[in-house]
């Protein structure tokens, strides 16, 4: 199924209808204007339940191909505007279906796209792949020879970041199969995950990383990461 993208493109609130109806709410609508979400079919974290309510079948038909709906009602039939089902304070949602994301070298204009990707600036065109969906770059890899004395003839993923509502959908995993074309053959591919950071940590096990045992920290002791290992195998089709 395609990747759909909902933007918040309008919020309205009918202040006068919650004054005469509504108890009050603690939690009204945590989204804000211009958020972005994308999805492959699941209820995208963050979005609440009101909201996935009414856009999920909008979601599904257009994911699954539909197009042109209610005869030619968007400009853009693989799209939808749809509000959540909140009578007090409707959100709009642009939903649109979008091609397969584009891995592709960084470029340097790339940089005024990248300010909500950490680490981002740090990258060099030459060293890093991005990943752009729908016309924008949702997330890198940079990759580089490993800087480790002890693993010389290795390459390095020196940092690799998907933006949060654009995470789980295998993006991450097409960065890092572009990064391995680009280290291999070698004797295999090292990275430093953060100690804490369980979920990238399994992202890594999940792609054949092993931990091997190698920790290092700043000098106050923070930022501990653990070294994983991608060895290469011996029955890889490249002499090593
Ligand atoms: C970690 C990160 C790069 C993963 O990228 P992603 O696009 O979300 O992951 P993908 O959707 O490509 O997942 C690829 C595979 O890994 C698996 N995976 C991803 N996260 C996982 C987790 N926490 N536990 C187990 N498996 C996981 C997926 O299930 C998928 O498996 P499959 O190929 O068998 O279906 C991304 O979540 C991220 O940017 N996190 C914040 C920054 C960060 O932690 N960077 C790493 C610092 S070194």
New binding site residues.
Partial sequence: MKICRLSVKRMANYAGLSAQYENPQPHPCDLALGQVFYTRGRQPAGLCDSAWATLSPFVMALGNGAAGLYDGWMKDPASAMVSCNDGFRPVSFLVEALEEPLIRPLEPEDAGQMEDL?FAAWQSPGMAFVAALGGRIV?F?GYGPSRDEDKKGFGE?D??????G???????????DAAFRELLPGLGVT????KE???????????GFQADGAEKSNHSGKDA?IRMVWNSREDLPWPI
């Avoid at 940092?159 to 949060?164: A, F, Q, T, W």
């Avoid at 990275?191 to 953060?194: E, K, N, R, T, Y």
């Fill in positions: 950490p997330g890899c993923i940092s690799i970041y998907i933006l949060k654009a995470q789980g959908l295998g993006i991450g995993k097409r960065l890092l990275v430093w995950a953060p950071n369980r979920s990238a940590i399994e992202f890594f096990e999940n792609y990461a």
